[in-house]
T-cell receptor
Framework: GDSVTQMEGPVTLSEEAFLTINCTYT??????LFWYVQYPGEGLQLLLK?????DKGSNKGFEATYRKETTSFHLEKGSVQVSDSAVYFC?????????????FGAGTRLAVHP | NAGVTQTPKFRVLKTGQSMTLLCAQD?????MYWYRQDPGMGLRLIHY???????AKGEVPDGYNVSRLKKQNFLLGLESAAPSQTSVYFC???????????????FGDGTRLSIL
């Protein structure tokens, strides 16, 4: 079945460092891909999305490009801030069992230190 | 605009007790979902609803029931709580526009449930 694999965390960076969180997927066809972010004590919020191959989603300085050749959707940011500390989830839309659903990766915790 | 509101935020139950988690959304969304979040496993779909009066099973429905009597509310029930149901529960909603699944889901802040 469809699945999402993220790099294990935690990822610990200093402020202004470059961030990459790897995400690869297995799916039938070309599903829409998402990155969600979860700040401490809160629910998930959509960070960015891409709905077709070669699309680049971007928001708040974060970017991710839908790469069908490598079935990847890696999250990047050029200069992280302490406020970016959170758990990041990669997800795809899967149609199985008669309905559309989001399939999430396990999440990657990011800790940014001053 | 409150978005998605979950009550309660925390609860401790004893094995065998029952309880209901309430989710309310004020965005007039058609689709609503209940997930559980466990360490290292991301979010897993328990049940979902595509409209008022409809419910359907997700990936991990056993031990849970749901109801959607009003469009804005989606209730998750545990009839006989078990320690394996200790988790953080999230409700989400989304609008149905165009291709279903391309719209973002809006999440509540979660309910932390412990079963002793």
């Amino acid at each position: 079945g469809d699945s999402v694999t993220q790099m294990e965390g935690p990822v610990t960076l200093s402020e202004e460092a470059f961030l990459t969180i790897n995400c690869t997927y297995t799916a039938t066809g070309y599903p829409s891909l998402f990155w969600y972010v979860q700040y401490p004590g809160e629910g998930l919020q959509l960070l960015l999305k891409a709905t077709k191959a070669d699309d680049k989603g971007s928001n708040k300085g974060f970017e991710a490009t839908y790469r069908k050749e490598t079935t990847s959707f890696h999250l990047e940011k050029g200069s992280v801030q302490v406020s970016d500390s959170a758990v990041y989830f990669c997800a795809l839309v899967s149609f199985s069992g008669g309905y559309n659903k989001l399939i999430f990766g396990a999440g990657t915790r990011l800790a940014v230190h001053p | 605009n409150a978005g998605v509101t979950q009550t309660p935020k925390f609860r401790v139950l004893k094995t065998g007790q029952s309880m209901t988690l309430l989710c309310a959304q004020d965005m007039n969304h058609e689709y609503m979902y209940w997930y559980r979040q466990d360490p290292g496993m991301g979010l897993r779909l328990i049940h979902y609803s595509v409209g008022e009066g409809t419910t359907a099973k997700g990936e991990v429905p056993d031990g849970y029931n749901v109801s959607r009597l009003k469009k804005q509310n989606f209730l998750l029930g545990l009839e006989s709580a078990a320690p394996s149901q200790t988790s953080v529960y999230f409700c989400a909603s989304t609008q149905h526009i165009g291709i279903v699944g391309n719209q973002p889901q809006h999440f509540g802040d979660g309910t932390r449930l412990s079963i002793l």
